[in-house]
């Protein structure tokens, strides 16, 4: 947990300002999205200081309102990953509904949705729809495989589409099954880039008054493809499809996890031949520099389980605290491998304000990840958590003329 006392100056600022100015100040996002990703990006430019007002079915059944962490009644992934929006709710299904949200969007300068492709077209509310009431609107639509191809309307899930993008394949032990890990990271990957989709978008807006919104077609799939850069050019030229080598890397060695005689977990990595002299260095074996198998970083890369497996025993002959020692005296690349608890009291995180606390009417506060990046002569926003259903919708309708008897009168009939 973060103390006053170790939050920047900047973070405390953007504590105490209502209404704190950032790179996206000005910027106004609807957020239609379902779950995790798209949400995501939406909540990254928030966290820049764009306005983003979350819409959800008045019945509250967006998945991630029941998905895990829950405590009791109250959706922690929900508080945390809709962070900083404002939240009606809307069905746009019906047709009051839609003329609604026709009504909202000229208002708006960017619409995000996850719904399978088709969905909006079939609720009459395709492109050339949207683009007549606000043509300067960029619809970011981010789904598991696209707008286009064979897949196109399958659903996509955060596990289905790092099992397809080649993640799920390399990660896991060698001679193992391949693995997800514990966190949906295909998502945030996918939502991270459709932060960047809206920002490049909004830049070409900027420098051509006369564009019309663009429609950006962001595939999940794509993004963790992506992100695996070298496969391709990898398995083309050399033939080599990359395997899974557990905590190992296949392109660098020494390089792995391993563990101390008093089972602490580190990460450690020496590939370069500079690097590798400091090692030996702390390791008290210089003689390792004479072995053909060691003395360059092709030759370690070759025959990386011996050198990985050397190394492996150095670590497992000393406690953690002498080998951090001799490491740092050689200012050898390692860390301590963290769990969230040892994130929570790292004291360089402390001290950057890494770790925020969201305001929130249910619980008080609630710890999570601070805005990433910084901006010089900003404060950093410190959001609020995400909305209750509807929690915003009369000061939201009331910016299209919707008086507190029409809100009554949509509510009884179940359009908000």
């Not at 001679?175 to 949906?184: L, M, V």
């Not at 690349?333 to 929130?360: N, Q, S, W």
């Amino acid at each position: 947990m973060t103390s006053p006392n170790s939050t920047p100056p900047e973070a405390a600022a953007a504590a105490t300002d209502p209404k704190p100015k950032g790179v996206f100040s000005g910027i106004r996002i609807l957020d239609m999205a379902t779950v995790v990703a798209a949400p995501f990006a939406a909540s990254l430019c928030a966290d820049l200081g764009a306005e983003v007002v979350k819409l959800e079915l008045p019945d509250g059944t967006d998945t991630l309102r029941g998905l895990a962490p829950t405590q009791g009644e109250h959706a922690l992934h929900w508080k945390v990953t809709n962070r900083g929006k404002r939240g009606i709710s809307l069905d746009v299904r019906t047709p009051e509904g839609k003329a609604i949200l026709l009504k909202l969007l000229p208002s708006f300068d960017v619409l995000v949705e996850n719904f399978r492709t088709g969905t909006l077209d079939r609720w009459g509310l395709d492109l050339a729809t949207l683009h007549a009431v606000n043509p300067r609107l960029t619809v970011l639509r981010l789904t598991g495989f696209g707008q286009t191809g064979p897949k196109a309307r399958d659903p996509g899930f955060a596990r289905i589409f790092e099992a397809m993008g080649g993640l799920a394949h390399l990660t896991g032990e060698a001679d193992g099954r391949p693995q997800h890990i514990n966190y949906p990271m295909g998502d945030m990957m996918a939502g991270l880039f459709g932060a960047f989709s809206i920002a490049s978008a909004l830049v070409e807006l900027r420098s051509n008054p006369q564009q019309q919104g663009r429609e950006i077609d962001l595939s999940a799939t794509e993004v963790l493809l992506r992100l695996l850069e070298t496969l391709p050019v990898e398995y083309e030229r050399l033939g080599v499809a990359r395997m899974r080598s557990g905590p190992s890397a296949t392109y660098t060695a020494p390089s792995s996890i391993f563990r101390s005689r008093d089972g602490h977990w580190l990460t450690l990595v020496a590939g370069g031949d500079a690097m590798f002299r400091r090692l030996c260095e702390a390791m008290q074996r210089p003689e390792l520099l004479q072995d053909p198998r060691m003395s360059q970083a092709r030759a370690r890369n070759a025959n990386s389980e011996t050198v990985n497996e050397v190394v492996g025993q150095w670590c497992a002959s000393l406690p953690f605290a002498e080998i951090a020692t001799r490491l740092k005296a050689v200012d050898a690349p390692f860390h301590k491998v963290y769990d969230i608890a040892d994130v929570m009291r790292d004291e360089h995180f402390k001290a950057r304000g890494a770790i925020t606390r969201l305001a929130d009417p249910d619980l008080g506060s609630v710890p999570a990840p601070a805005a990433v990046p910084r901006f010089s002569g900003l404060p950093q926003i410190v959001p609020r958590t995400g909305p209750a259903v509807g929690e915003h919708n009369a000061e939201v309708f009331a910016s299209i003329g919707l008086d507190a008897q029409e809100l009554a009168r949509l509510r009884t009939q179940g359009v908000i």
